[in-house]
């Protein structure tokens, strides 16, 4: 299947959320208490890293989306494998137990990423689109919501529930509800996941989810001086 962005962070950042862009010379990211996601343009020159280094500061961690050799001096801290979701056949369905949250929600939503590691959530990912959530006795237990915005498309992202209330479907129908906002303004539903979360991937396979391909990512650190 063709896909019609290569890097969904940078085509976010260069449009429908491009007012939560930053940026230096070649290289864009999101402000830093909405995400943490570095994007560089579709071809940039060697001189993109000099960039990195002026927008991320000396000694930080930065993971990118590029094929450009890392210079001398940076340390690598590994490259990240992962697969791409695309929605070919999903059953978008909005769910009578889901909640939307909202600013005051976001204390619990931090409390609830921690506790299961769905992947970067910070104070303001909340603003980047819908964010939906499930309660029991006034618990939040289980979430997901919106996050990277290629023109056409929205990663649903931040997919979690409570250890103690999974295998109850919980976030299937999560996902199912916030594709329901998606499609409704006319945009297609995609997720990311780590390619060794075999059983993420198995389940979005199997409610109408196709894997596609997607570029490898590389985690480096900014030397400490340049």
């Known amino acids: ?70 210079p001398d001096g940076w340390e690598i801290l590994g490259r990240i494998a992962g697969v791409r979701l695309v929605d070919v056949a999903l059953e978008a369905a909005e769910d009578p137990e889901a909640v939307l949250l909202g600013p005051d929600d976001v204390p619990e939503m931090l409390d609830l990423v921690e506790r299961t590691k769905p992947g970067p959530f910070r104070k303001r990912t909340i603003e980047l689109g819908t964010y939906l959530g499930i309660r029991r006795g006034g618990e939040l237990i289980a979430m997901a919501g919106e996050r990277l915005r290629p023109p056409g498309w929205t990663e649903i992202s931040a997919v979690c529930t409570d250890p103690a209330y999974r295998g109850q479907g919980l976030a299937t129908r999560l996902v199912r509800a916030v594709a329901a906002g998606i499609r409704a303004r006319g945009e297609r539903p995609m997720m990311h996941a780590a390619a060794t979360n075999t059983p993420a991937i198995r389940l979005y396979r199997s409610i109408g989810f196709e894997v596609v391909p997607r570029p490898d990512f590389v985690s480096v650190r900014v030397p400490g001086s340049l």
């Open 1 to 70: 299947m063709a896909i019609p962005f290569d890097d969904p962070a940078w085509e976010s950042l260069t449009g429908p959320h491009a007012h939560f862009a930053e940026g230096f010379g070649q290289v864009l990211r999101y402000q830093v208490d909405v995400a943490p996601f570095f994007a560089l343009p579709p071809e940039p020159d060697e001189g993109v890293w000099a960039d990195v280094a002026a927008l991320a500061g000396p000694g930080a961690t930065v993971t990118v989306h590029t094929a450009l050799p890392v």
